[in-house]
């Protein structure tokens, strides 16, 4: 089993420019997640999914759209990227969300100039 | 507010010593505890989960403690190896949302 797989490993936009982070997981898990984490502070959950067709807003959402079409796939866009979005971007899933543990990506290294 | 706080922010030791990493937490209500592991440039790996109604649970060399009436764990590592130098991060879950709330972790330095 491959488990979560992430691309880019590492990605450098320019201030105004949109892309696509890529996250799929072949376990079969329900529940996917977007995370950010910078220097000095815990992880920041920005959306996530409980299934296909259900996404939400986490803690830091602003800037940031995913969508769930399948089970296996959830992206992250970023819109407009800005240099307070530069950070490193983990993909998660588990079974459920609260009770099982999580299985990462092994991350997105985005740099905006 | 809900908050993790771990303590030391980071350790060294020498290869073969034991160590422990303080997490507490003001997480209400609570469901569960959990301790990651994370080696640079990787995402985190789980080592224990622990519920309201666990005191201790082990993986291997590392064992987690949690006293849910102090709102504290901890996690000891016994025997330190050169590939336990990580950062290793708490995160607590509350009872109410899917929103885990991490630690900012401690990072683990062993030497030879």
């Known amino acids: 089993n491959a488990g979560v797989t992430q691309t880019p490993k590492f990605q450098v936009l320019k201030t105004g420019q949109s892309m696509t982070l890529q996250c799929a997981q072949d376990m079969n898990h329900e529940y996917m997640s977007w995370y950010r984490q910078d220097p000095g502070m815990g992880l920041r959950l920005i959306h996530y999914?409980?299934?296909?067709?259900?996404?939400d807003q986490g803690e830091v959402p602003n800037g940031y759209n995913v969508s769930r079409s399948t089970t296996e796939d959830f992206p992250l866009r970023l819109l407009s990227a800005a240099p307070s979005q530069t950070s490193v971007y983990f993909c998660a899933s588990s079974y459920t969300p609260t009770n099982e543990k999580l299985f990462f990506g092994s991350g997105t290294q985005l740099s905006v100039l | 507010k809900n908050q993790v706080e771990q303590s030391p922010q980071s350790l060294i030791i020498l290869e073969g010593k034991n160590c422990t990493l303080q997490c507490n937490y003001t997480v209400s209500p609570f469901s569960n505890l959990r301790w990651y592991k994370q080696d640079t440039g990787r995402g985190p790996v789980s080592l224990t989960i622990m519920t309201f109604s666990e005191n201790t649970k082990s993986n291997g060399r590392y064992t987690a403690t949690l006293d849910a009436d102090t709102k504290q764990s901890s996690l000891h590592i016994t025997a330190s190896q050169l590939s336990d130098s990580a950062s290793y991060i708490c995160?607590?879950?509350?009872?109410?949302?899917?929103?885990?709330?991490w630690g900012a972790g401690t990072k683990l330095i062993i030497k030879p």
């Open positions: 995160v607590v879950s509350p009872d109410s949302n899917y929103q885990l709330i």
């Open positions: 999914s409980v299934g296909a067709g259900i996404t």
